[in-house]
């Protein structure tokens, strides 16, 4: 007797999220109970910390203390598999995804979420000598940039190359500039004293520039701005608002300012202005026909979806999404969580036939911290600062680190610094794709002084 066949099974519905940061892994986790099959793809293994990488920079933490790997956080999460990739492609008409590497997936529901890059305001050959921070390799860079200075410095006989040697120059004004500036600052005061025979640490200039009128205009209140740019002066950091970047070289950057053009001789520059949104976005927009802002975000719906393309969601510091006062959220990791539980909550919705909810912020606070102590807080009308924000500050961050293995990290390497103002991970290393040095800045003719600055970075 002939075997009867068996009933076709529909194949699960596919959703793959493009991009592992805090929108998408959170997006991944909120369909682990779902009825569906979950691609997550990322270029990178691993899920980053990017709020501490600062830390990383400056030597306070190790990479391994704020990144996890994919694999690892996903692992009891039979419905997902993760894809080692990069997408350069995206075929909206045939819900494909393309690879690099020639591979094609389909997908019945998409979302994006890779996140932004640095901004350097139409001068990308700036970044040649600014680093910034977005990837562990940035904050390697930085951190050698930063103690190779020093290490040269005390080998320079000259007092003016030594001077220039021991100038960093923050540009930026926002947190991850005040909390860079923060952490330099303790480094040279407490951290290496003593450990140099023949410079003393103590006597570096650092220097923020920012072109807004005050530090942590994005949001903070004035008053903790205030409070912010006094702590930063306490510890020694020179703060000049109100000026605009116009060169950047290896041994210099110049500004513009109400008194003219200054050319301030220095080690490096570290980059903390700005942001752009990852250039997936344009490719996206131009499969769909959306439209993308200056900053290369995609505007989205209530639903966090692309408008016209139900099956594709935006999330993150790629999509130009209005809060409730009509102005674009924030990039910040706190919009693109809660985007990516709304996504995952959406998701769930849609299989179930249920109405899907219009996706609504809830502002937490902001925090930024300047050194030992010293931070800011805003909860609403509450505004904190000095020793009761630090606090907060440490226990939020702790909180948001993936895993309990990073939280008690963390937590110890930030106890023994507390205790003895130590940096253990103060190390030098070499990192491929090095950029070689480039000519001296050529120093400012009179007649620029009175120049139109070039766009140039603000808060």
């Known amino acids: 007797m002939p075997s009867l066949a068996a009933p076709a099974v529909p194949a699960a519905h596919h959703v793959v999220i493009v991009g592992g940061g805090f929108g998408g892994l959170q997006v991944a986790l909120g369909l682990r109970r779902a009825a569906v099959r979950v691609t997550l793809i990322d270029r990178r293994n691993f899920n980053l910390f990017q709020p501490l990488l600062y830390q990383v920079a400056t030597g306070g933490l190790s990479p391994s203390n704020i990144a996890t790997p994919l ?102 004004g926002g947190p991850t500039a005040v909390e860079l500036a923060g952490a330099l600052a303790e480094i040279v005061r407490h951290t290496v004293r003593g450990e140099f025979r023949r410079i003393d640490p103590a006597a570096v200039r650092i220097i923020v520039i920012e072109a807004q009128p005050r530090i942590l205009a994005g949001g903070f209140a004035p008053d903790l701005s205030e409070k912010a740019a006094a702590a930063l002066l306490g510890l020694g950091v020179e703060v000049i608002t109100g000026a605009r970047v116009t060169e950047v070289y290896a041994d210099a950057v110049v500004m513009v300012s109400k008194d003219g053009a200054q050319r301030v001789p220095c080690a490096g520059v570290l980059w903390g202005a700005g942001v752009a949104a ?22 989205v719906g209530a639903d966090c979806a692309l408008s016209g393309n139900s099956g594709i969601f935006v999330i993150g510091d790629l999509a130009a999404q209005p ?38 912020y809830r502002d937490y606070g902001m925090l930024a911290t300047i050194g030992k102590r010293l931070a800011v807080a805003q909860f609403g009308r509450l505004h904190l600062s000095g020793t009761i924000a630090w606090l907060a500050w440490v226990f939020i961050h702790l909180l948001k680190l993936v895993r309990f293995e990073n939280r008690v990290l963390v937590l110890v390497q930030w106890a023994w610094y507390w205790l003895s103002w130590n940096r253990s991970a103060r190390l030098i290393t070499s990192g491929d794709g090095e950029p070689a040095p480039r000519p001296a800045a050529p120093p400012v003719r009179p007649e620029a002084s009175g120049a139109a600055p070039a766009p140039a970075p603000g808060g």
């Open 71 to 172: 694999r690892s956080i996903l692992k009891r999460q039979r419905n997902t598999e993760v894809m080692l990739g990069e997408v350069d492609g995206i075929d909206p008409a045939a819900r494909t995804v393309h690879l690099q590497d020639g591979e094609t997936l389909a997908y019945d529901t998409l979302v994006v979420a890779t996140g932004s890059r640095h901004h350097y305001f139409g001068h990308p050959e700036w970044e040649v000598h600014a680093p910034g921070l977005k990837t562990i390799e940035d904050a390697t860079r930085m951190r050698r940039l930063i103690y190779s200075a020093l290490e040269r410095a005390e080998r320079e006989h000259d007092a003016q190359r030594r001077a220039a040697l021991m100038t960093f120059v923050v540009v930026g």
């Open 323 to 360: 809060g409730a006062d009509g102005e674009p959220l924030p990039g910040v990791a706190s919009v693109a969580m809660q985007q990516g539980d709304h996504v995952a909550r959406a998701i769930r919705d849609r299989r179930a036939g249920r109405a899907v909810r219009p996706f609504r």
């Open 278 to 299: 990852s250039p997936l976005g344009r490719i996206l927009a131009a499969g769909t026909g959306a439209t993308v802002d200056r900053g290369g975000r995609i505007p």
